[in-house]
C-alpha cells in the first residue's frame, strides 16, 4: 500500500471498471474534505471578522492531511508535528514539540528518542470516546527511563514485557499518540523521533476513512475554537470563574488533547489601550510553568513579550506572589508586562507542569498609566 496516497497496493490488480469506481468514490471524499474546509473559513471570517480565517484554517488542514492521510497508515505510522511556526492551534505553548501519530489498538509500536536538553518529554495515548480524545497510558518526566546518553525506546500495545522497560498498554479505544518535548527557549531543535509498527494487527490503510477523519478534524478544530473562546468571553471575562461557578463543558472537543502531566487555566482578556488586566497571586511549585497570551483563535503569537515563563517570574519576584501586567504596552511599575501585542481582546492561559497546591491568581481591569 502507499501510505502516501492512500492507495491500496491492490488498485492495480482491479478491472479497470473497479478501479475507475474507487477512484471516482475517491475524489467524492476529497471533493467533501475541500467543501468543510471552505465551511470553516467562511464560518470563521463570520464569527471574528477581524482575524484571518484563511490562517487557522490552513493549519488544520495542513495537520489533518499530514497526520490521518499522509500519515495515517497504522502499519507504516510516523510522526506529524502537531504545531510549527506556520502552523498552530488549539492552545499552543511556545516552547514545547508536539509529535503525533495515528494508531491501531490492536497492533504494537515502538518510540524511539532522545531527552536532549528539554526539561520534559511526556508520552501521552488518547482514546476516542464521545467526541472527544481522552488521556489513557501516559509515560512522563522521571517515570521515563533513558540510558546515560538521554535516548528512550517506549513499546506500545502487547504485553508488558517487565523488567522495567517503558511500555504503555493499548485499550480498544486508543487511537493517537503524542510525544511533548518541553523547553524553555521555543527556538530550541527537538531530536528526532519515530515511531514504528512491530506487530499485531495488519489492517489495510482505508483511505476513505482517513480523509473522513481528517475532515472532522477540521471542522472540531474550527467549531471548537469558536465555542471555546465564546464560552470564555462569557464566562471569564477579565476574572477566573468562582469556586461555585457552572462548569460548561464544549461540545467540541476532537481537537483538543489534553495530558495528565500538565494543569491549565485561564480567562478572555478585554482591555482598551489605556487599561490592563493585572493578576497577582502566589506562585504554583511546578518543573515549569507559563503565562501566554493567545489572539481570539486560541493560537499563540511570534512576539516573544506575549509570554512568560516561571524563570521569568522568579527574576523579578523570587519565591514572593506575583504581579503580571497584560496590556498593550508596559506599565513599567515593577509588575511583569504581558503583552497583548496591540490586540483589544484574547485569551490568557497558564499551564504547571508537575503543579502543586495550585491557587488561581485574582484578577482587576486598572488603568495603565
Avoid at 156 to 178: A, Y
Wanted: proline share 7%.
Amino acid at each position: 500500500m502507499s501510505a502516501a496516497y492512500g492507495l491500496p497496493a491492490t488498485l492495480g490488480k482491479l478491472s479497470p471498471r473497479n478501479a475507475w469506481v474507487y477512484g471516482r468514490v475517491m475524489l467524492d471524499h476529497l471533493s467533501n474534505l475541500a467543501q468543510i474546509a471552505e465551511t470553516a473559513e467562511r464560518d470563521l471570517a463570520a464569527w471574528r471578522p477581524d482575524l484571518d480565517a484563511r490562517r487557522l484554517t490552513n493549519a488544520a488542514v495542513s495537520l489533518a492531511t499530514e497526520l490521518f492521510i499522509a500519515g495515517g497508515d497504522p502499519v507504516q505510522p510516523r510522526f506529524a508535528e502537531f504545531i510549527r511556526p506556520d502552523r498552530k492551534l488549539a492552545g499552543d505553548n511556545p516552547g514545547t514539540w508536539y509529535h503525533t501519530a495515528c494508531l491501531n489498538p490492536e497492533a504494537t509500536y515502538v518510540i524511539s528518542g532522545n531527552l536532549s536538553a528539554a526539561l520534559y518529554v511526556g508520552v501521552q495515548v488518547y482514546a476516542t470516546a464521545y467526541g472527544w480524545n481522552l488521556p489513557s497510558g501516559n509515560l512522563g518526566g522521571a517515570a521515563l527511563t533513558t540510558d546515560a546518553a538521554g535516548n528512550f525506546t517506549v513499546i506500545l500495545g502487547g504485553d508488558n514485557p517487565g523488567g522495567g522497560v517503558n511500555w504503555l498498554p493499548l485499550g480498544e479505544n486508543d487511537r493517537t499518540v503524542i510525544v511533548r518535548h518541553y523547553y524553555r527557549d521555543r527556538y530550541t531543535p527537538c531530536p528526532p523521533i519515530t515511531i514504528s509498527w512491530t506487530g499485531g494487527s495488519t489492517d489495510t490503510f482505508d483511505g476513505a476513512l482517513a480523509i473522513e477523519r481528517a475532515g472532522t478534524f477540521i471542522d472540531q478544530v474550527v467549531r471548537a475554537t469558536m465555542e471555546i473562546t465564546d464560552l470564555m468571553e462569557s464566562e471569564a471575562m477579565n476574572a477566573y470563574p468562582g469556586d461555585n461557578a457552572e462548569v460548561k463543558v464544549p461540545h467540541y472537543g476532537g481537537a483538543l488533547y489534553p495530558t495528565r502531566d500538565i494543569s491549565y487555566t485561564g480567562c478572555f482578556v478585554q482591555v482598551a489601550n489605556d487599561e490592563r488586566l493585572v493578576l497577582r497571586g502566589p506562585q504554583t511549585k511546578a518543573l515549569y510553568s507559563s503565562y501566554v497570551f493567545y489572539d481570539p483563535y486560541f493560537t499563540s503569537l511570534e512576539d516573544p513579550a506575549a509570554r512568560l515563563t516561571d524563570e521569568d517570574v522568579k527574576a523579578r519576584f523570587g519565591d514572593g506572589p506575583f504581579t503580571i501586567s497584560i496590556a498593550a504596552t508596559d506599565p513599567n511599575d515593577g509588575s511583569l508586562w504581558l503583552s497583548t501585542t496591540g490586540m483589544r481582546n484574547g485569551i490568557v492561559a497558564i499551564r504547571h507542569l508537575f503543579g502543586e497546591d495550585e491557587v488561581q491568581p485574582s484578577t482587576s481591569v486598572e488603568p495603565l498609566a
